[in-house]
């Protein structure tokens, strides 16, 4: 039922690991975004897709790499990774017109340690 | 240019209308949007209005824009205690939506 859906919810880690994260929608949308909340709440988009095609992608480190094997299918994959790096992620995805907005996922909450 | 700034908080009592206030510095936008973040929770789309319009409502949600000052504001009537929240506005910039700062509501009973 959910539209946008990512897991985990939660991840804990230390430095230096690397991590995925993912995310799916079942809205038939064609782009797809993922979104870093700090902890000043600040958003700020950091990719976006569509359909698989890479369209959108702001001065994010190298560590960072998102992958699509499909259009409804946005993962986020970091290496290495840094304390600066604990926020939350959020996914999300949008129709081609704009008056819908865009559907979030609920978020993924990453600590680094 | 990117800004999109708000004031960061708001304090109103039960009953009263809140009114919140964005600022943008694109006047290319075709559209512009309120979200509202719960706690611990994603962003939920409230509304939005079209760049051509100058004012919106939507039952208790009214949005104005002024687009010559590049101001927008979304005025909540009867504000509730559920309305306790994170109100984002954003700004959509060639494919991409800008997020203003965020203003928390806080709604006092």
């Known amino acids: 039922d959910t539209a946008v859906s990512q897991t985990p919810k939660y991840l804990v880690t230390q430095m230096g690991n690397d991590k995925s994260i993912k995310c799916e929608q079942n809205l038939g949308h064609d782009t797809m975004y993922w979104y870093k909340q700090d902890s000043k709440k600040f958003l700020k988009i950091m990719f976006s897709y569509n359909n698989k095609e890479l369209i959108i992608n702001e001065t994010v480190p190298n560590r960072f790499s998102p992958k699509s094997p499909d259009k409804a299918h946005l993962n986020l994959h970091i290496n290495s990774l840094e304390l600066g790096d604990s926020a939350v992620y959020f996914c999300a995805s949008s129709p081609e017109s704009l008056n819908y907005g865009y559907t979030f996922g609920s978020g993924t909450r990453l600590t680094v340690v | ?109």
């Open chain 2, 1 to 109: 240019g990117e800004d999109v700034e708000q004031s960061l908080f708001l304090s109103v009592r039960e009953g009263d209308s809140s009114v919140i206030n964005c600022t943008y510095t694109d006047s290319s936008s075709t559209y512009l949007y309120w979200y509202k973040q719960e706690p611990g929770a994603g962003l939920q789309l409230l509304t939005y209005i079209f760049s051509n319009m100058d004012m919106k409502q939507d039952q208790r949600l009214t949005v104005l824009l002024n687009k010559k000052d590049k101001h927008l504001s979304l005025r909540i009537a009867d504000t509730q205690t559920g309305d306790s929240a994170i109100y984002f506005c954003a700004d959509d910039q060639g494919g991409k939506l800008i997020f203003g700062q965020g203003t928390e509501l806080s709604v006092k009973p």
